[in-house]
């Protein structure tokens, strides 16, 4: 009946293998509509903390199971998140905006491949061990899982960031209190219901639904939880800094960017434009890792622009569903109009928009007239002190202008707070090295983008984060490392 098909979907925190309901509720919205389709608990500290209460008793059997028996139920949970694939798309597509072909070929395969990926990398650690003959001594490390770990994770990538962490903090014997984001947290409690089938025993992986004042802060500030791992923005994570500093509690915080592109007039013209597309506007250009900020060498750069324009224009934007859209809906209406507020400053600025926001009409489905939707917008002539230069604006917006030399163009890349990810493009393998060396990022692309290997160090310098995530970074964030000596 039409009523019950405009029932609300209502969430329940899941605590100690059990889903249990809240006493409030947040709304959240489905970003393409407009409309509150789903009620997310409202937790706090009461709920924080019979999670961790659940999670502490949960950690003495969990954390002396073999790494195998472990691994064995993380790739269970791969399995099973595989087989309802398409469900998981669907309701990340629904819940954050995002379209259904993102969600189908990148969100949800890259969230089973996180337990996939951990479960193999967990049995392949080894520690370290020294001989002093002539103390008559060796020594050796051991590593062994920390106890209850706190995760924090944003809107832009829910359950794929989510995973990111629940993998390797689980392989590695810890227990874990997660909270998504009231914004985007229906996949996290959908792989709830996979736990228990996949042998995941109850109390090993609870989630609290909630906002970050409440139930984040809630999580940070709690005296058994040693260690958070956060995704976020930095504003965030001064927050958080400040407030777990009183525990000395361990952090790996994965902040912001303001990615740069950097095109020499020897990029291969034809690869660099539909990579330096998507760099800029997939998921939205709701990623952490796109770019926006494109230097483009004086020689080609009027070619550039008029080709990435003319591209730009060709991205659909629309009802996220319809697999043939590529631009989707942004995640609500505030940052909606924090973006568009963006694009208005570059413009009083003197700055000009050369496609999308305020240039281009968008043309929606009568479903889709309340939806959080913008088109690609490519800003020209913007000065490197812009707000749109400095600051992350997180969404379909990109800023192109010109350089002259390598030295020039480094300087002007690393000019800014964040250090996260940079894309080069040249076919001169020396001058890619030089620069590459130089830029201050955690992570420079040649000639490509978004290709991860999970095996090396993935985070961000400057304000874009505190430590790396990846094999063997998690393993040493997820475990305590102790030395032992052994006189014979
Ligand atoms: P956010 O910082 O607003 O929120 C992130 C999470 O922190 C949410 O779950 C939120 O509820 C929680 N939170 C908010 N205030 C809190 C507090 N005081 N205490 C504890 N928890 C709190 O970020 P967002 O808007 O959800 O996500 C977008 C940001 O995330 C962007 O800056 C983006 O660059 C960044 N990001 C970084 C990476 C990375 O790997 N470096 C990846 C994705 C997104």
Not at 69 to 76: P, T, V, Y
Not at 138 to 148: A, N
């Amino acid at each position: 009946t039409m009523a019950q098909s405009k029932a609300l979907l209502v969430l329940e925190n899941f605590i100690g293998g059990k889903f249990v309901p809240c006493s409030s509720y947040i709304d959240s919205y489905n970003p393409s509509t407009g409309d509150v389709y789903c009620k997310v608990p409202d937790s706090g500290k009461e709920e924080v903390e019979a999670a961790v209460q659940a999670a502490k008793d949960a950690f003495p059997i969990w954390s002396s199971k073999s790494p195998l028996e472990r691994s064995q139920i993380l790739n269970k949970l791969a399995d099973l998140i595989e087989h309802d694939l398409e469900a998981f798309a669907q309701a990340e597509s629904k819940d954050q905006g995002k379209t259904i072909t993102f969600a189908r070929t990148v969100d949800i395969p890259r969230a089973a491949y996180n337990f996939r990926f951990f479960a193999s990398s967990i049995l392949h650690h080894v520690t370290e061990c020294t001989e002093m003959a002539t103390m008559g001594c060796m020594h050796y490390t051991l590593r062994t899982p920390v106890g209850v770990a706190g995760l924090i994770s944003p809107w832009n990538l829910p359950l794929y960031l989510l995973t990111w962490k629940i993998a390797p903090a689980i392989a590695c014997g810890n227990t874990v209190v997660a909270k998504p984001s009231e914004m985007t947290s229906v996949t996290a409690w959908m792989m709830c219901k996979l736990l228990e089938k996949a042998g995941v025993p109850h109390g090993v992986v609870n989630i609290v639904f909630g906002t970050g004042a409440k139930a984040g802060e809630a999580l940070v500030c709690h005296p058994d939880v040693p260690l958070i791992s956060f995704t976020g923005s930095t504003l965030t994570a001064q927050r958080i800094t400040e407030k777990s500093a009183p525990h000395c509690k361990r952090l790996s915080l994965e902040l912001g960017g303001k990615n740069p592109a950097i095109i020499f007039d020897d990029a291969d013209l034809s690869q660099c434009i539909p990579t330096t597309l998507r760099s800029s506007f997939a998921n939205q250009g709701e990623i952490c890792l796109c770019t926006s900020r494109i230097f483009v060498q004086r020689g080609i750069y009027n070619e550039f622009l008029k080709r990435f324009v003319e591209e730009a224009k060709k991205w659909k934007t629309g009802n996220p569903s319809d697999p043939t859209v590529n631009v989707g809906a942004l995640i609500s209406k505030e940052h909606l109009e924090k973006i568009r507020n963006y694009v208005k400053k570059a413009q009083a600025e003197g700055a000009r928009v050369l496609c999308g926001e305020g240039v281009d009409s968008l043309a929606l489905p009568p479903g889709n007239q309340k939806g959080y939707f913008m088109l690609p917008t490519v800003i020209a002539e913007v000065k490197d002190e812009s707000c749109c230069m400095q600051e992350e604006i997180f969404g379909p917006v990109t800023c192109v202008v010109a350089f002259d030399t390598e030295e020039e163009v480094i300087k002007r890349a690393n000019g800014v707070k964040y250090g996260l990810a940079a894309t080069i493009w040249s076919s001169n393998m020396g001058r890619v090295h030089r620069v590459a060396r130089r830029l201050q990022s955690g992570l420079v692309w040649t000639n490509c983008w978004l290709v991860r290997d999970l095996n090396l160090p993935f985070g961000g310098m400057k304000a874009s984060g505190i430590g790396r995530e990846g094999a063997k970074d998690s393993y040493e964030f997820f475990t305590e490392v102790k030395t032992i000596t052994i006189k014979h």
